[in-house]
Every structure is written in C-alpha cells, then in structure tokens.
C-alpha cells in the first residue's frame, strides 16, 4: 500500500511539474508574439508615415504626377502666396509610385509658409489614403524650430491620431513625438540629398490590443534617397518587458533586428503585414 501511495504521489507530482513547465513555456511563447507583432507595428508605422512625408515633399517640388498624370496636385491659392493648401490625389482606383507601392485616396496638406522659414508649420491630414490597402489614418504636423547650436536646421514632427487598418482588418493605433535635425542637403533645393537625425518617442497599440512604448536611444538615420530608416536603435516596452530594434549600419535594405529580453533576435522586414 505504501508504494502504490508513493508512486501515485510522484506521478501527481510530475504531472504538475510539467503542466507548471508547459505554462510556464507557452506564456513566454504568447509573451515573445506581442513583442514581435509590436516590433513589427511599429516599424511599420514609423515607414507608412515617413513614407507620406517623402510623397509631400516630392509633390511639393515637382508638381505633379507622372506619366499618367498620378497623383494630381493642386494648390490653393495658386499664387505663391501663404497659408496655402496641397492636395495629393491618387485617385480611387489609385497609381503606383517609387518603390513599387500603390496609393489610393488624398493626402491634404495646409502649409503656413515656405517650409525653411523658422516657425514654419506643415499640417498632413488623409482622405481615404491608404499604401498598398492599409489604410492610413491621424494628423501629422511638422514646425521649423529654426538652427540649433551646430548650424543645423531642426524640426518639431508629431503624429496624433494615427491609425493602420490592414488588409486582413487589423488595426493598429500610434502617436509619435519627435525632433529631426537635417545633417545633410540642406544647401539644395531638392529634397532627395536631405539626410535628417531623429531623435524622440511614440507609442501604440499593436493588432492584438497590446500598448506599447517607444524610445529612440541612438538617433535614426533617414536619408531620403532611401525609402527605410537607415541606422539607429529603439527600445520598445511591453507589458514591462523591453526590446530593442536596431535598424543597421548605414545599408540601405528594408530590415531590422529585434532583440528580446531573452536574448533571442530575429530580422523583420519592414512594410510587411501579410
């Protein structure tokens, strides 16, 4: 009787051990996931609305669309004068633009006055935008908050509002505080030579309902000749567990590196969600 006692005894207690190890595995399964999809969000987030910036910065210089006339712009009052507001029409059926992306709807864009004046400031709102169908949602605002100590033109950017809603009907929200200093281009007038420092916070809620926190600890490199942040590191917090995003070197590709607090890294590529 005694042994049958002890090996019912150890069986119910193995049975726990495991069961223990096995929750103990899956919740750090569940707890790696959200920090990933955040990862993933907000990398995407950071590259939908830096994108829209590029799409206002070239309208703005060029004028119009391309060979089939994609986007349309229009400027009112079309006088030179200030305040004065941009519309960037892709249409319904929309176009594809650099970089293979196709974009639908309008992004209206209220311009205080030129933009390299100090005190300058450029609102973006969207109609029914949306790159590759997710779409894209919020206020973004840029100020010119004139040279800082090094000679270097500085900005004041905020996205409030921001919202993705992706294909498959996810959504995903953030916001976003930052400050870019232009490090280089600023002695053109075009805006492909412009490399700009950021430096800065966000925060969201990625597509599983998840908030998240965002600091960017080494300041992020954004040369506009490339469509991807090209270097810089973040540090993402979730649920009190923090990860770092590491966007490289300099190279120009649409990856970065997370690592989670277990140590573990994987490359994720930017502008991804299928």
């Not at 590029?54 to 986007?71: F, H, L, Y």
């Not at 206020?139 to 809603?165: A, C």
């Not at 800065?200 to 597509?207: I, K, T």
């Amino acid at each position: 009787m005694k042994t049958i006692k002890w090996l019912f005894s150890t069986v119910l207690f193995l049975g726990l051990f495991l069961t223990a190890c096995n929750k103990d595995s899956t919740t750090d399964l569940t707890a790696s996931s959200q920090q990933l999809t955040a990862s993933e969000d907000q990398t995407t987030a950071t590259d939908l609305y830096e994108d829209v910036d590029d799409q206002v910065d070239e309208s703005i210089e060029t004028r119009g669309g391309g060979a089939n006339d994609c986007p349309i712009v229009t400027v009112e009052p079309d006088d030179g004068s200030y305040p004065r507001t941009v519309t960037i029409d892709y249409g319904t059926d929309g176009c594809e633009g650099p970089n293979g992306r196709i974009r639908k709807g309008q992004i209206v864009v209220t311009v205080s006055d030129t933009m390299s004046n100090e005190g300058a400031v450029r609102t973006v709102t969207f109609v029914d935008f949306s790159i590759d169908d997710a779409q894209i949602e919020g206020t973004k605002t840029l100020t010119n908050l004139g040279y800082d100590d090094n000679g270097n033109v500085t900005f004041h950017r905020t996205v409030t509002g921001g919202q993705i809603t992706f294909p498959n009907g996810d959504v995903a929200t953030w916001e976003a505080d930052h400050t870019l200093t232009q490090i280089a281009g600023g002695d053109t007038p075009f805006f492909i030579d412009d490399i700009f420092q950021i430096t800065g916070g966000s925060s969201g809620v990625n597509r599983n309902g998840k908030a998240y926190t965002v600091e960017i600890i080494t300041p992020l490199v954004r040369k506009k000749a490339c469509p991807w942040i090209v270097a810089g590191v973040k540090s993402l917090t979730i649920e009190d567990k923090t990860v770092t995003i590491n966007y490289g070197e300099g190279e120009c590709n649409a990856k970065a590196v997370v690592t989670l607090p277990n140590g573990t890294q994987h490359v994720i590529l930017i502008h991804k969600w299928w």
